[in-house]
């Protein structure tokens, strides 16, 4: 069934009406907020996935010209009702594989559990998106959910992949565990930060 889909925009829609959203951290994660506090030169931020987009406001509050997408039509409009002028009007409505971004090439990629949320087969994909979203030095950052149970989503990173997924592109500059995970993720998440190589 094709609703059935994480790849599909009707999978999404369907959790968002319903109000099953238990990937949702409800707000900001400590660890953003300590990387904003180190970047306070700001830059360009594509947040793909984005859902209700929490971090879009702490984007901007830092200085930062953020864009979310995410192509969920009931997710899109949902963060745009909660986050409200001036933030709605940089939620995109659009496929992050396909979107064409007005601010792209971006300074910084920030992921969260938009990631996990594809399956497996479409990861050599996305990381190349990535790449071409960004610049040689700028930066791919945030919350990647790692394991090496099957299924999902989320769809767990095995840490045994994770070096060539990424080395075409990218160099992993900063690995750390993560303290305020919601309880899905708990103990499985790891903030990375990674540079366009
Ligand atoms: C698990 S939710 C995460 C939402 C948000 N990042 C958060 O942390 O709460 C995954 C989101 O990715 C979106 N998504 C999945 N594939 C997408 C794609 N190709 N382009 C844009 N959004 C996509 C879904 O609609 C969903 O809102």
Do not use: N
Not at 87 to 109: K, S
């Amino acid at each position: 069934m094709e609703e059935s889909q994480p790849s599909r925009p009707e999978f999404w829609d369907t959790r968002y009406a319903a109000g099953q959203t238990p990937w949702d951290f409800g707000g900001v994660p400590r660890r953003l907020h300590e990387f904003l506090q180190a970047h306070p030169a700001g830059g360009t931020v594509l947040i793909p996935g984005c859902g209700f987009g929490h971090e879009l406001t702490a984007f901007a509050a830092a200085g930062w010209r953020a864009t979310a997408v995410d192509f969920s039509r009931t997710a899109v409009e949902q963060a745009r009702t909660r986050l409200g002028a001036p933030h709605a009007e940089r939620v995109m409505h659009g496929d992050f594989f396909h979107h064409d971004f007005a601010d792209a090439p971006f300074d910084l990629i920030y992921e969260r559990t938009f990631f996990c949320a594809l399956p497996p087969a479409q990861r050599t994909v996305l990381v190349q998106r990535a790449a071409h979203l960004l610049k040689p030095g700028d930066t791919l950052a945030g919350f990647f959910y790692y394991g090496t149970e099957p299924g999902g989503p989320p769809y767990a990173l095995d840490p045994a992949a994770e070096p060539a997924l990424f080395r075409p592109h990218f160099v992993t500059v900063r690995d750390e565990p993560v303290a305020d995970s919601p309880p899905m993720f708990a103990g499985k998440e790891r903030w990375q930060e990674r540079r366009r190589s």
